[in-house]
């Protein structure tokens, strides 16, 4: 059960790492990049969130234009501008005096990292993966063309061929297009410097007309504008003493609301604090007890080995000695059995020659011999003796008889 409570093992072999500045989180160390990192409060100035140098690209492109195709819907590389990434402005950036001002605004930190938010760090992060995966899909295309590029050369030469008989079909099409655009275009200049000569005076006509209506309204103008000021004066004496008024008002407002604000931004800034050195605490005391299981695992599985290595020994121990035995009792029983045809077939002899019997006794010898008599077969154990017993069989009819 304490083996489910462990965190899960990253996939993939990240290039490199990219971790807040600042005083983070023990378990931060362990995230891969593909997993975001979370929204937790904490106290103000503890963590700096930066993603490249100040005058250096954000993303990497492989050419020298603003967009990348490899990325149209903007998943993971932006196509915002950023002033603080723009290379075109790093000698401004390098100046002492601007480099202090940004630093001193908050805008970069002191090593000269861009500071940025949790959610574009967290897609910076993305990005780096993405990079680290294109490297390595990279690689293997390379070798793929590597390993076909004996077979290129005749693909290559008929493409030439076709190009050049594109161009020149292409260069006659433009020709033809071109004089078709110059004799359209003078037709339209001719139209238009007719029409700029209605145009003129119709301009003309009502010019005439907007001074004779501007006149009468300039008199309207100047009966309405009297009227007005003294509307204005009076209108804004009665405003000057309601804006005296608002202020006064305004002034106790903001006096309070600046004593609510301080009072609650101290009461956040301690329970981040009491937040912050909590969690610290539990994920310390979460790492120690899962070092402590791993140990654990690792002794209970060395004492598993172990045992199993003593078993195994004494059960081969076990059977070698019944190996032993067994031979023993085979060799015992093999000795005894050609003891006993041994002494059966010399009763058997002895008897024949008793009885006087001229023996010529003819033996085959095949897969362990037989041993035939004139009369019949001479059978001891199954019919089947050994040389020694055939030996012994000579030995006893070559003794003078009694």
């Known amino acids: 059960m304490d083996r489910l409570t462990l965190p899960r ?21 362990h995230l891969p990049l593909d997993a975001k990192f979370p929204m937790v409060p904490n106290l103000a100035g503890t963590l700096t969130l930066f993603t490249s140098k100040c005058g250096a690209a954000k993303y990497r492109r492989k050419s020298s234009s603003d967009f990348d195709l490899t990325d149209p819907n903007g998943m993971s590389m932006s196509s915002e501008y950023h002033p603080l990434h723009d290379p075109h402005l790093r000698s401004h950036y390098s100046v002492s005096r601007m480099r202090r001002h940004l630093v001193r605004n908050g805008f970069i930190t ?21 990079i680290c995966l294109m490297e390595l899909v990279r690689e293997r295309k390379r070798d793929t063309l590597r390993e076909s590029s004996s ?51 119709k301009r003309r006509e009502q010019r005439e007309r ?4 501007m006149r009468r309204k300039q008199y309207e103008d100047d009966r309405r504008r009297d009227t007005l000021l003294r509307n204005a004066e009076e209108t804004e004496r009665r405003n000057m003493i309601l804006l005296r008024k608002w202020r006064r008002r305004d002034r106790d ?47 209970a599985t060395d004492k598993d080995i172990a ?20 031979k023993a009792s085979a060799r015992a029983a093999r000795e005894e059995r050609n003891r006993r045809c041994e002494a059966r077939l010399a009763r058997r002899i002895a008897a024949a020659a008793r009885r006087g019997n001229s023996l010529m006794l003819t033996y085959y010898v095949h897969n362990g011999g037989t ?25 006893i009819l070559s003794q003078p008889r009694q």
């Not at 907007?210 to 209506?213: E, F, K, N, R, W």
């Not at 045992?307 to 067994?326: F, I, Y």
């Open 9 to 29: 093992l990253q996939k993939t072999v990240d290039a490199g790492k990219c971790l807040p500045a600042g005083d983070s989180l023990p378990s931060w160390s």
């Open 110 to 130: 002191e090593s000269g990292m861009v500071i940025c938010n949790l959610k574009e760090f967290n897609k910076y992060r993305q990005y780096l993966r993405r």
């Open 151 to 201: 077979g290129m050369g005749i693909g290559e030469r008929a493409a030439d061929n076709d190009s050049s008989r594109l161009t020149s079909r292409f260069a006659e099409t433009r020709r033809r297009h071109a004089e078709k655009i110059d004799a359209q275009r003078t037709r339209q200049e001719m139209m238009a410097k007719l029409k700029g000569e209605q145009m003129e005076r």
């Open 210 to 213: 907007h001074a004779d209506i």
């Open 253 to 299: 407002h903001a006096i309070r609301m600046e004593a609510m604000r301080r009072q609650r931004e101290s009461e956040l800034q301690k329970r981040n604090k009491d937040s912050w050195e909590t969690r610290k605490r539990v994920q310390r005391e979460r790492l120690d007890r899962e070092a402590v299981i791993r140990e654990q695992l690792r002794l």
């Open 307 to 326: 045992q199993r290595n003593r078993h195994l020994a004494r059960q081969r121990d076990g059977q070698m000695s019944k190996l032993q035995q067994l």
């Open 371 to 395: 041993v035939p008599s004139a009369t019949g077969r001479l059978s001891g154990a199954n019919g089947l003796y050994s040389k020694f017993s055939v030996g012994l069989v000579f030995r």
